[in-house]
């Protein structure tokens, strides 16, 4: 039995698909009942933060895939790790053989918010006496269609990359690597980089959202203290925000431009074209876009 954790988003919802095509035996975990039920498969409705729901969620499980939510504006310890840590501690306990962790591109220690805290749960993870692996994907394309990819009042697309590049990956194709990882023994002990095939710059994402929106979309690159202002004003804590702005001057110092062969490597598959994303994902592009206008 596999337990699907973070089933019903934009990486989860894709391997329950996949694990039930390739005749696996999954449990998703869902904090929405009707959200669970959609998915077709056994669920049981929990919360990282009920142990009594991660007790049950576990019984009669081997395989686990370990995914939660992203960096929040807390003081201190980010509350990921408590959470993780604890689910790999009854996982443990619960005679789990395997995990499979979603973490962050080149997770490193001291790195702040979602970077360090992964690079936390990895090493608790690793420590554990569970077989593991990693998945270390990317940015995720599905950024430009949930509104993290920062739409303008205008309908233009807005950053602080300055001309940097970044291999965004489709989230299905994690997915992919998930399942293969968890349906098989190949990874065990390993930590993979995820990329998409290319690595674009934000002008470059700029032009392919102009011709898949037939209008034209351009991007307003944005000052880290512009960027700073901006989070602020939408209601961010000031060190969350600066945070924010720190790991995004990381970012336009060119560290998310490398591409590599794992999706490929692990399902056989080269992983989707922003291109491909674009003319799959439309009706989405199209609603943010258009909401973004009004």
């Not at 979309?217 to 202002?229: G, K, M, Q, S």
């Not at 925000?241 to 591409?259: K, N, R, S």
């Amino acid at each position: 039995m596999i337990l699907v954790t973070g089933a019903t988003g934009s990486i989860g919802r894709p391997l329950v698909h996949q694990l039930r095509q390739d005749g696996a035996a999954v449990r998703a975990l869902v904090r929405d009942e009707a959200k669970g039920r959609a998915l077709g498969c056994e669920f049981l409705v929990g919360d990282f933060d009920d142990p009594a729901s991660i007790v049950a969620a576990l019984a009669g499980v081997d395989r686990l895939f370990l995914n939660g939510a992203g960096a929040q504006p807390a003081g201190g310890e980010q509350p990921m790790v408590r959470q993780q840590k604890s689910i790999i501690d009854a996982a443990v306990a619960a005679g789990v053989e395997r995990v499979v962790k979603v973490s962050v591109w080149q997770a490193r220690e001291g790195e702040r918010l979602a970077g360090g805290a992964h690079w936390q749960i990895e090493q608790h993870l690793k420590a554990s006496g569970l077989g593991w692996s990693i998945l270390q994907p990317n940015g995720f394309m599905q950024n430009f269609i949930t509104g993290q990819g920062s739409f303008t009042a205008d309908g233009n697309l807005v950053g602080a990359y300055g001309d940097a590049a970044v291999s965004y990956i489709d989230c299905a194709d994690i997915a992919a690597c998930a399942a293969a990882l968890l349906t098989g023994r190949a990874g065990d002990g390993e930590t993979f980089l995820l990329s998409g095939p290319e690595a674009l710059t934000y002008a470059q994402i700029a032009e392919k959202l102009s011709v898949a929106l037939g209008r034209t979309v351009r991007y307003v690159n944005l000052t880290v203290d512009e960027l700073i202002a901006a989070l602020t004003a939408q209601g961010l804590p000031p060190q969350f925000a600066e945070d924010v702005a720190v790991l995004t001057q990381g970012l336009a110092g060119g560290i998310a431009a490398p591409t590599t062969t794992a999706v490929r490597d692990l399902t056989g598959h080269s992983p989707r074209t922003f291109d491909e994303f674009l003319a799959a994902h439309h009706g989405a592009l199209t609603a943010l876009a258009s909401a973004s206008r009004r």
